[in-house]
């Protein structure tokens, strides 16, 4: 469930549900999905996110990937940890737990237009029995666990100390640290501090989490009374308290601001010792990037994954990256001769290729091998039937606008991804590569041998194994988009219509391969020829296998294609990313030109023929002008168009 369908799809059909409905049906989904085999692949596919070493740092003592972790009221139940563990989370928070279940009497709230989650009991959860017991089945994922706990409402001092010592016994097995949440409006700071004083013993790593809203006065009183070097750090909550007693507690933007001046505010104090941790108001990625200007040594989202969507970690770590080389001097550019240009040279061929398929397929169609195969003139094909060189023609003027479509990307991928050394447009490359060639072996079943095509390959296939051989791991030193703007919002329509292209294009090419290796003829194909295909193969039992030969070739073509321009369309959307935007509009006005316009040439107009081409246009069309704001803008115009995701 990537931004691009979430925000565009599911967001607003999960609307109309219930908050806990909405959880429920989405995280149960993702979960079932992260189950099935091969459903982690899907998963990781469709997100794409790269571990990046430039992230990798401790925490008060932890270990963590990404400086961004989610917080257990997103999942309570546990249900999709394992479905939401390669969004680019550094950590899962499990909790609040507290020792007996604490049971919500009032539905969960939200207010769409503020981006808020209003909890009539903020600290509902199944308690440390339950929770344990999910626990010891393990949670399906690596990441360490930070577990919140909060001994059971209106207990004096001691009482609360001996419950959170008891909860830190059981969960020790599982627990990279802790969450000592113990702030309550009826003790006083010292009280406070005295309870958070008898926990510190045994070398747990302990982190004091403090509500956002809590005063500048009473934090400072409490940490007056705390000895800080005992403790891992800080965590500064989500949760801003309901104005009025017995109103919900509020999940939203608003706890960005108070937590922010707390951040500022220990770190003044205390300078750069204790790790902070900011779980207050992250909704995009320029919130994270506040808090950690802050002070905040990673960040913990809530209702942000809930309102902006599951690649908001993504783009926080490709945020936070950004960030930390920007002032970098950039690493030389490989050389043309060490893979990217490689690439560009089979892309270049392919360009070649495809210019001259098309001159021939649109003139004498046939080639002397062609004539030889079947021991039949040119002339005669057309005497035995006056439309088969015409469709014959369709079939090749297409798959030389999809090898011209195909060049385009291979040539561009490689200057502008592989000499970046950006490990999406290998990724994409790699796996369109392997399609491409392969498709070679499709025909070969119906005893035809195209030299030509077998001597292209001999060509190209050395120019694309030393193009792959070098590693490209760099992250992209562009400035990431910062703003659920509008021009974000646009784009995420964009997206989804060119994966919707992408995923279109590919099942074309797969069935097209498929009837070609099987059947051969579509229904209106033989409308078209005026004949059967027993008729056409009396007339010479070689022609089925010819034209076999150029539909699977055609269909394994487009499959190239499509897995290329689904990878770029899946991975490569970043805002001012103009050369992508650029490729795909260069890359698909020669497929769609060719397709189209032999279709009217032959006379081929069979509608319900052409239908999935139309809807191909549409989709490239849209797709294109929705993305056109948010990648040909300059990056850096971004912080002038601000605008809010509601």
């Given at each position: 469930?990537?931004?691009?369908?979430?925000?565009?799809?599911?967001?607003?059909?999960?609307?109309?549900?219930?908050?806990?409905?909405?959880?429920?049906?989405?995280?149960?989904?993702?979960?079932?999905?992260?189950?099935?085999?091969?459903?982690?692949?899907?998963?990781?596919?469709?997100?794409?996110?790269?571990?990046?070493?430039?992230?990798?740092?401790?925490?008060?003592?932890?270990?963590?990937?990404?400086?961004?972790?989610?917080?257990?009221?997103?999942?309570?139940?546990?249900?999709?940890?394992?479905?939401?563990?390669?969004?680019?989370?550094?950590?899962?928070?499990?909790?609040?737990?507290?020792?007996?279940?604490?049971?919500?009497?009032?539905?969960?709230?939200?207010?769409?237009?503020?981006?808020?989650?209003?909890?009539?009991?903020?600290?509902?959860?199944?308690?440390?029995?339950?929770?344990?017991?999910?626990?010891?089945?393990?949670?399906?994922?690596?990441?360490?666990?930070?577990?919140?706990?909060?001994?059971?409402?209106?207990?004096?001092?001691?009482?609360?100390?001996?419950?959170?010592?008891?909860?830190?016994?059981?969960?020790?097995?599982?627990?990279?640290?802790?969450?000592?949440?113990?702030?309550?409006?009826?003790?006083?700071?010292?009280?406070?501090?005295?309870?958070?004083?008898?926990?510190?013993?045994?070398?747990?790593?302990?982190?004091?989490?403090?509500?956002?809203?809590?005063?500048?006065?009473?934090?400072?009183?409490?940490?007056?009374?705390?000895?800080?070097?005992?403790?891992?750090?800080?965590?500064?909550?989500?949760?801003?308290?309901?104005?009025?007693?017995?109103?919900?507690?509020?999940?939203?933007?608003?706890?960005?601001?108070?937590?922010?001046?707390?951040?500022?505010?220990?770190?003044?104090?205390?300078?750069?010792?204790?790790?902070?941790?900011?779980?207050?108001?992250?909704?995009?990625?320029?919130?994270?990037?506040?808090?950690?200007?802050?002070?905040?040594?990673?960040?913990?989202?809530?209702?942000?994954?809930?309102?902006?969507?599951?690649?908001?970690?993504k783009r926080i770590n490709e945020a936070v990256i950004y960030e930390r080389i920007r002032d970098e001097e950039p690493p030389p550019a490989p050389s043309f001769w060490s893979s990217w240009g490689w690439m560009c040279l089979l892309g270049l061929g392919m360009i070649v290729g495809g210019a001259i398929a098309w001159l021939i397929a649109?003139?004498?169609?046939?080639?002397?091998?062609?004539?030889?195969?079947?021991?039949?003139?040119?002339?005669?094909?057309?005497?035995?039937?006056?439309?088969?060189?015409?469709?014959?023609?369709?079939?090749?003027?297409?798959?030389?606008?999809?090898?011209?479509?195909?060049?385009?990307?291979?040539?561009?991928?490689?200057?502008?991804g592989l000499r970046r050394e950006l490990h999406w447009a290998k990724t994409a490359l790699l796996a369109s590569g392997v399609v491409g060639f392969s498709s070679f072996f499709l025909y070969l079943g119906y005893g035809y041998f195209d030299p030509l095509h077998a001597a292209a390959a001999a060509i190209l296939l050395p120019m694309f194994?030393?193009?792959?051989?070098?590693?490209?791991?760099?992250?992209?030193?562009?400035?990431?988009?910062?703003?659920?703007?509008?021009?974000?919002?646009?784009?995420?329509?964009?997206?989804?219509?060119?994966?919707?292209?992408?995923?279109?294009?590919?099942?074309?090419?797969?069935?097209?391969a498929g009837v070609g290796i099987t059947r051969v003829f579509v229904p209106t194909d033989l409308t078209f020829l005026c004949a059967s295909a027993e008729a056409l193969a009396e007339l010479n039992d070689r022609l089925l296998p010819l034209i076999a030969h150029d539909r699977a070739g055609f269909g394994g073509a487009l499959f190239s294609?499509?897995?290329?321009?689904?990878?770029?369309?899946?991975?490569?959307?970043?805002?001012?990313?103009?050369?992508?935007?650029?490729?795909?509009?260069?890359?698909?006005?020669?497929?769609?030109?060719?397709?189209?316009?032999?279709?009217?040439?032959?006379?081929?107009?069979?509608?319900?023929?052409?239908?999935?081409?139309?809807?191909?246009?549409?989709?490239?069309?849209?797709?294109?002008?929705?993305?056109?704001?948010?990648?040909?803008?300059?990056?850096?115009?971004?912080?002038?168009?601000?605008?809010?995701?509601?």
């Amino acid at each position: 469930m990537p931004d691009w369908s979430y925000r565009t799809l599911f967001q607003p059909l999960l609307s109309g549900l219930s908050a806990e409905r909405a959880r429920a049906l989405t995280l149960g989904a993702m979960g079932a999905l992260s189950r099935l085999p091969g459903g982690t692949f899907v998963i990781r596919t469709m997100g794409h996110m790269e571990l990046s070493p430039i992230l990798e740092d401790e925490v008060g003592g932890v270990p963590l990937r990404y400086p961004v972790g989610l917080s257990g009221c997103v999942d309570p139940h546990g249900v999709a940890q394992k479905a939401l563990s390669p969004f680019g989370f550094g950590y899962y928070e499990i909790g609040p737990v507290s020792l007996q279940a604490i049971r919500p009497e009032r539905a969960i709230g939200r207010d769409l237009r503020q981006e808020t989650l209003l909890y009539p009991e903020p600290y509902a959860n199944d308690g440390a029995d339950a929770i344990v017991a999910r626990l010891q089945r393990g949670p399906g994922h690596a990441l360490p666990l930070m577990v919140r706990i909060r001994p059971m409402p209106g207990l004096p001092a001691e009482a609360a100390a001996a419950e959170l010592l008891q909860l830190m016994e059981r969960f020790e097995p599982f627990a990279a640290g802790f969450f000592v949440d113990a702030f309550d409006e009826a003790r006083t700071p010292a009280q406070t501090a005295n309870v958070l004083a008898q926990l510190t013993e045994g070398g747990r790593r302990l982190f004091l989490y403090v509500p956002p809203d809590c005063t500048a006065d009473r934090l400072l009183e409490l940490l007056d009374g705390v000895d800080m070097k005992r403790w891992s750090g800080v965590v500064i909550g989500d949760a801003v308290s309901g104005v009025v007693p017995g109103e919900p507690a509020v999940v939203g933007r608003s706890a960005k601001e108070p937590g922010e001046r707390l951040l500022r505010l220990i770190r003044e104090r205390y300078g750069a010792e204790p790790a902070l941790i900011a779980a207050c108001g992250v909704h995009e990625p320029q919130d994270a990037l506040e808090l950690m200007a802050a002070g905040a040594n990673a960040v913990q989202l809530h209702s942000g994954l809930v309102f902006s969507g599951p690649g908001l970690p993504k783009r926080i770590n490709e945020a936070v990256i950004y960030e930390r080389i920007r002032d970098e001097e950039p690493p030389p550019a490989p050389s043309f001769w060490s893979s990217w240009g490689w690439m560009c040279l089979l892309g270049l061929g392919m360009i070649v290729g495809g210019a001259i398929a098309w001159l021939i397929a649109g003139s004498s169609v046939v080639l002397p091998y062609d004539e030889a195969f079947l021991d039949m003139l040119r002339g005669e094909l057309e005497q035995a039937n006056g439309r088969l060189l015409p469709f014959m023609s369709h079939d090749r003027i297409t798959l030389a606008g999809t090898m011209l479509s195909i060049g385009i990307l291979y040539y561009q991928l490689g200057r502008h991804g592989l000499r970046r050394e950006l490990h999406w447009a290998k990724t994409a490359l790699l796996a369109s590569g392997v399609v491409g060639f392969s498709s070679f072996f499709l025909y070969l079943g119906y005893g035809y041998f195209d030299p030509l095509h077998a001597a292209a390959a001999a060509i190209l296939l050395p120019m694309f194994v030393l193009a792959m051989r070098r590693p490209a791991d760099r992250p992209s030193r562009k400035p990431p988009g910062l703003r659920n703007d509008r021009d974000w919002q646009l784009a995420m329509w964009g997206q989804l219509m060119l994966v919707s292209l992408g995923f279109a294009l590919a099942v074309g090419g797969l069935v097209i391969a498929g009837v070609g290796i099987t059947r051969v003829f579509v229904p209106t194909d033989l409308t078209f020829l005026c004949a059967s295909a027993e008729a056409l193969a009396e007339l010479n039992d070689r022609l089925l296998p010819l034209i076999a030969h150029d539909r699977a070739g055609f269909g394994g073509a487009l499959f190239s294609d499509a897995v290329a321009i689904l990878a770029a369309s899946l991975w490569g959307i970043q805002r001012g990313e103009r050369w992508l935007w650029l490729t795909l509009l260069a890359a698909g006005l020669p497929g769609f030109a060719a397709g189209i316009s032999v279709h009217l040439t032959i006379g081929y107009t069979d509608f319900i023929h052409l239908l999935p081409a139309y809807a191909a246009i549409a989709l490239f069309v849209a797709g294109l002008a929705l993305l056109y704001p948010y990648m040909m803008k300059p990056a850096g115009r971004q912080a002038n168009n601000e605008g809010s995701s509601t």
